[in-house]
């Protein structure tokens, strides 16, 4: 595996790993690494680092929802122009073009439901290409970002074999 | 005096591992290095072929030698490591590679007979050769040779008289591994002293720099080696028991004569795990292999940093390091004063005296914060 694939496999399983640990983990010198890091977030690949978080173990007011939009197209505007003037919402977390029964999978995050729908009737719905919108309240999150929710298992392993 | 116990098991000490997991067990703020297992679960496409073979009834025996099904997967398996076996006559499915290495030693061991055992070595084979009525014949190896097994080492301990060699690489407890050049020259010394070999390539799938080499494909071997593998180290599945042997077709019909009237049959359940690792489970060992061989190069260069000598280790998950003095009171001060669990190298044999079995299959957080301890430890000693 080349370097730069290597960091980014060790980065998408842990962000914060620090420079000195990554070098030894792969090998390498701190100073090769700020420089990888340094251009995969220069030339794109590394878009941000974020936490992986369970709003619902917080106290915080979070909620969730999987937009199915369905959109239609004319001579001045295509899928581009139409995810540009959504993706802007800050409300807005993801933002995908799919195959299959709809056109675009939009994850919106409010912090209620009212909030929300709020958003999906005033700022989406009313978009000339919007010609339908089905709207999925997140209920419980099982797993995100490759991360197990449930999975709180301590190690059942003797402590010292063979 | 009822149920005494024979000569041969009177005479086996129990092993120096067993005296760290007690010591280990009493403390409950113990980061371990001393596991000899993977930190993974089996892949889960595994372990649900097993959920569902238990939910269809799938209770009752197979073959004695193992799923059909299963010894076919195992031989298109095994040509990665250009091992080409019948899976109707050259393999037999064992309940661990344990009980496979217990069958090539009863079955081909003459009461008397010599194995030759490099050292450091994994715990077991030492006692299975006694219990098999053999006598082991330890042929020391050292850092200086990256804990390699040359033919030199093996003529100095006077292993040209031996009538077998269990050769373990990617090996415990020092992660080292022969390449093919080195292996090569262990074939030919076998080959000139007509020495059988039980080569146990359990962490075959775990090899770091290069490719694993098999001294059963090197010339004039075929015909006198058992290969023993299983799944256990590279499918994270120790606790399902499931491993298995090749080797000629009239070698493993003796096996399995033994095999059939003590065991009769591999775990059924495993059997259905291992099929689907074997299937579709490539993805989920390359990902542990990679993630080991991150471990492996962190804790290594960690060593380094701590001015203890680490030579580097290529293979399985451990690190052997130098501890400069007395393992054994290294190890036990280490937990005292860090909780942190190692093996003294001196538990695998003479050879390993001076050493610490580091094993790397531990969390990435965990091994960080251990190896810090063990830093401040060297330290303040």
Same mark, same amino acid.
């Given at each position: 595996m080349d370097a730069k694939r290597e960091l980014l496999s060790l980065l998408s399983t842990d962000a914060r790993e620090d420079v000195d640990d990554i070098a030894r983990q792969l090998d390498t010198d701190p100073d090769t690494v700020e420089r990888l890091l340094t251009e995969l977030e220069s030339e794109g690949p590394v878009r941000g680092y974020q936490a992986v978080i369970d709003w619902d173990s917080t106290d915080t007011n979070h909620v969730a929802a999987h937009v199915e939009l369905n959109v239609e197209l004319d001579r001045d505007t295509g899928y581009e122009e139409i995810a540009d003037r959504i993706a802007r919402f800050p409300a807005v977390e993801s933002l995908r073009l799919v195959s299959g029964d709809y056109d675009f999978a939009v994850k919106v995050t409010g912090d209620s439901m009212q909030d929300v729908s709020q958003f999906i009737s005033e700022q989406v719905a009313p978009l000339p290409a919007v010609t339908q919108t089905v709207t999925h309240f997140v209920m419980e999150t099982y797993k995100e970002a490759g991360i197990d929710f449930g999975d709180r298992d301590g190690d059942d392993r003797l402590s010292v074999s063979p | 005096m009822t149920l005494k116990p024979n000569d041969r098991v009177a005479e086996t000490p129990e092993s120096g591992i067993r005296k760290f997991f007690e010591l280990a067990e009493e403390r409950d703020d113990v980061i371990s290095l001393g596991v000899g297992e993977p930190d993974f679960s089996a892949p889960w496409a595994a372990r649900t072929a097993a959920i569902d073979s238990l939910q269809a009834g799938k209770t009752s025996y197979t073959a004695n030698r193992g799923k059909l099904e299963l010894r076919e997967a195992i031989a298109e398996h095994v040509q990665r490591w250009d091992q080409e076996y019948d899976p109707e006559s050259e393999i037999l499915v064992t309940t661990g590679a344990s009980e496979a290495v217990d069958l090539a030693l009863r079955t081909f061991l003459e009461d008397g007979d010599t194995v030759a055992v490099h050292e450091p070595t994994y715990i077991s084979y030492e006692p299975g050769v006694r219990f098999a009525g053999g006598e082991p014949l330890a042929v020391p190896t050292s850092a200086d040779n990256d804990f390699l097994l040359t033919p030199e080492a093996m003529a100095d301990a006077g292993a040209a008289d031996a009538d077998a060699l269990i050769l373990c690489y990617p090996n415990n407890p020092t992660g080292a591994v022969m390449n093919a050049e080195e292996t090569a020259a262990v074939a030919e010394f076998c080959v000139e002293h007509d020495i059988d070999v039980i080569a146990d390539e359990i962490y075959a799938a775990l090899t770091y720099d290069g490719e694993h080499t098999s001294i059963a494909t090197l010339p004039g071997m075929r015909e006198r080696t058992i290969v023993i593998n299983g799944f256990s180290k590279a499918y994270a599945m120790t606790g399902l028991r499931l491993g298995y042997a090749m080797g000629p077709a009239d070698a493993i019909e003796a096996m399995n004569r033994v095999h059939q009237y003590t065991? +009769?049959? /591999?775990?059924?359940? /495993?059997? *259905? !795990? !291992? #099929?689907?690792? +074997?299937?579709? $489970?490539?993805?989920?060992?390359?990902?542990? !292999?990679?993630?080991?061989?991150?471990?492996?190069?962190?804790? #290594?260069?960690?060593?380094?940093?701590?001015? +203890?000598? $680490?030579?580097?280790?290529? %293979?399985?998950? *451990?690190?052997?390091?130098? $501890?400069? %003095?007395?393992?054994e009171a290294f190890a036990e001060e280490l937990l005292e004063a860090e909780g942190v669990a190692v093996v003294p190298g001196s538990v695998f044999g003479p050879a390993g005296e001076g050493h610490l079995r580091i094993s790397y299959a531990t969390g990435m957080s965990e091994l960080k914060t251990a190896l810090q301890r063990i830093e401040s430890f060297v330290e303040t000693r």
């Amino acid at each position: 595996m080349d370097a730069k694939r290597e960091l980014l496999s060790l980065l998408s399983t842990d962000a914060r790993e620090d420079v000195d640990d990554i070098a030894r983990q792969l090998d390498t010198d701190p100073d090769t690494v700020e420089r990888l890091l340094t251009e995969l977030e220069s030339e794109g690949p590394v878009r941000g680092y974020q936490a992986v978080i369970d709003w619902d173990s917080t106290d915080t007011n979070h909620v969730a929802a999987h937009v199915e939009l369905n959109v239609e197209l004319d001579r001045d505007t295509g899928y581009e122009e139409i995810a540009d003037r959504i993706a802007r919402f800050p409300a807005v977390e993801s933002l995908r073009l799919v195959s299959g029964d709809y056109d675009f999978a939009v994850k919106v995050t409010g912090d209620s439901m009212q909030d929300v729908s709020q958003f999906i009737s005033e700022q989406v719905a009313p978009l000339p290409a919007v010609t339908q919108t089905v709207t999925h309240f997140v209920m419980e999150t099982y797993k995100e970002a490759g991360i197990d929710f449930g999975d709180r298992d301590g190690d059942d392993r003797l402590s010292v074999s063979p | 005096m009822t149920l005494k116990p024979n000569d041969r098991v009177a005479e086996t000490p129990e092993s120096g591992i067993r005296k760290f997991f007690e010591l280990a067990e009493e403390r409950d703020d113990v980061i371990s290095l001393g596991v000899g297992e993977p930190d993974f679960s089996a892949p889960w496409a595994a372990r649900t072929a097993a959920i569902d073979s238990l939910q269809a009834g799938k209770t009752s025996y197979t073959a004695n030698r193992g799923k059909l099904e299963l010894r076919e997967a195992i031989a298109e398996h095994v040509q990665r490591w250009d091992q080409e076996y019948d899976p109707e006559s050259e393999i037999l499915v064992t309940t661990g590679a344990s009980e496979a290495v217990d069958l090539a030693l009863r079955t081909f061991l003459e009461d008397g007979d010599t194995v030759a055992v490099h050292e450091p070595t994994y715990i077991s084979y030492e006692p299975g050769v006694r219990f098999a009525g053999g006598e082991p014949l330890a042929v020391p190896t050292s850092a200086d040779n990256d804990f390699l097994l040359t033919p030199e080492a093996m003529a100095d301990a006077g292993a040209a008289d031996a009538d077998a060699l269990i050769l373990c690489y990617p090996n415990n407890p020092t992660g080292a591994v022969m390449n093919a050049e080195e292996t090569a020259a262990v074939a030919e010394f076998c080959v000139e002293h007509d020495i059988d070999v039980i080569a146990d390539e359990i962490y075959a799938a775990l090899t770091y720099d290069g490719e694993h080499t098999s001294i059963a494909t090197l010339p004039g071997m075929r015909e006198r080696t058992i290969v023993i593998n299983g799944f256990s180290k590279a499918y994270a599945m120790t606790g399902l028991r499931l491993g298995y042997a090749m080797g000629p077709a009239d070698a493993i019909e003796a096996m399995n004569r033994v095999h059939q009237y003590t065991m +009769l049959s /591999a775990p059924t359940t /495993a059997q *259905y !795990a !291992a #099929i689907e690792a +074997l299937r579709s $489970c490539e993805d989920s060992l390359r990902e542990m !292999a990679t993630e080991f061989n991150r471990r492996r190069r962190f804790v #290594i260069s960690r060593f380094e940093e701590m001015g +203890l000598d $680490c030579f580097t280790a290529k %293979g399985a998950f *451990y690190a052997f390091p130098a $501890c400069g %003095g007395d393992d054994e009171a290294f190890a036990e001060e280490l937990l005292e004063a860090e909780g942190v669990a190692v093996v003294p190298g001196s538990v695998f044999g003479p050879a390993g005296e001076g050493h610490l079995r580091i094993s790397y299959a531990t969390g990435m957080s965990e091994l960080k914060t251990a190896l810090q301890r063990i830093e401040s430890f060297v330290e303040t000693r």
